[in-house]
């Protein structure tokens, strides 16, 4: 008779008194084969996730407070304690030993001047599940996790709950460890209820994915060291003050159009410029929030701490006489992809294929895919406060949020645009690998961003870029 192990469904089943497992579903697949996705860098993590928060707090015992806050949210939220082994995901529920190696392995305090950017990305042995890091000088706390754990939203989830630990009464009782397991959350594909494609999808999906894999050698940044082994991931990041950031919205709101869009619009044409190339679309991929799509009364959204992402192929086109014409353009691609439950039905198509088409050989002939993929998180404000504060008898020190960022580990010679709005202000992140690009050639790419929005928009705009080192 075959073992529950032998047929493993893809919710959390228990399959001994200490242990939960689960089956990996489609999207677990992409983040999953995407992290063996690094050039010449094995024992590292393709797209290892990083989130970090910059704090002001008044209080002397910080790094007891955090790791008694990360002990708690290891019982909240075990699934950021789980491994993926063998092609299924597991879950050791947290006895005394258990729990004592498991906070050898994840909690760290870095006690330095230097800033979680500079220290970034933290050459450490390789990440199999969640990790965090203190930097008691410089106020700071660092999550850290393989992607096929978390999303950006999914961080901000996370850090909301513990920054409400912080200036919340002691508990009066330590986490009851051994029934955590209540608390595993099933897999996106469970949350957003995903079915089978009906004929009339699959056809459409067909063909979406044929005009992407038709439109290489796409846009592309230009790039060094072909071939060669990857080194250090790094950043360097654009802010817009509120002023800005309101004219920005204000514009994209008289247009008829998203930020997202106006931003993919930006990135696309800049990228275009960088590489110096005549494309007139840039093929890459768009990526969703998948929580709007699970119904908050059976999954309550403020559990949603992993992974709830999907993706689709897209293929943007590009006016370059008309930065409103690719806004809008770009917009329209994004809207697309919802219509008739498409997203959502397509979901394994998109990662089996996607993982299949970056998997495959290279033509000689091909130019390096250095592609610049948008990621845009939105208003960090409406998962995460700027001020943390309890009112009532036995409430702790508030805490001001004074800063956020987050950053994938890139093992290639691809770049992440990662976007943000924090405290009113706009950031726009290019995350890149040392290897293939210099910081004086980011910095350009930058600038290219920037004028883009400003002569697009028709605003004056300021220039802020900033490096590791350079934050305030």
């Known amino acids: 008779m075959a073992?529950?192990?032998?047929?493993?469904?893809?919710?959390?089943?228990?399959?001994?008194?200490?242990?939960?497992?689960?089956?990996?579903?489609?999207?677990?697949?992409?983040?999953?084969?995407?992290?063996?996705?690094?050039q010449g860098r094995p024992e590292k993590d393709h797209w290892l996730f990083t989130a970090a928060i910059r704090i002001d707090t008044d209080r002397p015992g910080l790094v007891d407070d955090v790791k008694a806050a990360w002990i708690a949210l290891r019982y909240k939220f075990p699934g950021f304690s789980s491994v993926i082994k063998d092609g299924r995901w597991i879950y050791r529920v947290a006895d005394k030993a258990e729990?004592?190696?498991?906070?050898?392995?994840?909690?760290?305090?870095h006690d330095t001047e230097k800033t979680t950017r500079q220290l970034y990305p933290f050459e450490t042995n390789a990440i199999k599940r969640g990790v965090l890091r203190v930097l008691p000088r410089t106020q700071e706390i660092v999550l850290q996790c393989p992607h096929a754990h978390m999303d950006g939203i999914g961080s901000l989830i996370f850090f909301n709950n513990l920054l409400n630990y912080l200036v919340a009464p002691l508990p009066a009782a330590e986490p009851a460890f051994g029934t955590e397991g209540a608390n595993l959350v099933p897999p996106s594909s469970i949350t957003t209820r995903v079915q089978p494609c009906t004929s009339g999808q699959k056809d459409a999906w067909d063909a979406i994915f044929h005009n992407f894999l038709a439109s290489f050698p796409t846009v592309r940044l230009n790039t060094e060291n072909k071939g060669a082994p990857a080194g250090r991931t790094t950043n360097v990041w654009l802010t817009f003050d509120p002023a800005d950031t309101g004219r920005i919205v204000a514009r994209a709101r008289e247009l008829g159009v998203t930020v997202t869009s106006v931003l993919q619009a930006a990135v696309s044409l800049s990228a275009r410029q960088h590489g110096q190339v005549s494309n007139k679309t840039h093929?890459?991929?768009?990526?969703?929030n998948a929580r709007p799509y699970i119904d908050s009364t059976e999954f309550p959204h403020e559990r949603l701490v992993n992974c709830n992402t999907f993706g689709m192929p897209a293929v943007y086109p590009l006016v370059p006489e008309s930065f409103v014409e690719t806004a809008k353009k770009a917009g329209e691609v994004l809207q697309s992809f919802k219509k008739g439950g498409l997203l959502v039905a397509a979901t394994p198509l998109f990662a089996t294929g996607m993982v299949a088409a970056l998997s495959a050989p290279v033509p000689e002939n091909m130019p390096v895919a250095a592609d610049l993929q948008l990621s845009s998180l939105g208003v960090v404000d409406k998962h995460m406060r700027s001020l943390y504060r309890h009112e009532g008898p036995q409430a702790r020190a508030d805490v001001a949020v004074r800063d956020f960022w987050l950053s994938l580990d890139l093992l290639g010679p691809?770049?992440?645009?990662?976007?943000?709005?924090?405290?009113?202000?706009?950031?726009?992140?290019?995350?890149?690998?040392?290897?293939?690009?210099?910081e004086e050639s980011m910095v350009s790419l930058l600038r290219f961003i920037h004028e883009q929005l400003t002569k697009g928009l028709n605003l004056d705009l300021k220039f802020d870029a900033r490096e590791p080192g350079n934050e305030e």
Do not use: C
């Open 99 to 109: 729990l004592a190696s498991w906070l050898e392995e994840s909690f760290h305090v």
């Open 414 to 438: 691809g770049v992440a645009a990662e976007a943000w709005t924090f405290n009113e202000k706009l950031s726009i992140e290019l995350v890149y690998n040392e290897a293939y690009h210099q």
């Open 3 to 38: 073992s529950i192990k032998d047929s493993l469904p893809t919710d959390w089943t228990q399959t001994s008194p200490s242990t939960y497992e689960r089956s990996m579903d489609s999207m677990d697949f992409f983040y999953h084969a995407m992290a063996g996705a690094g």
């Open 283 to 288: 093929a890459t991929m768009a990526i969703y």
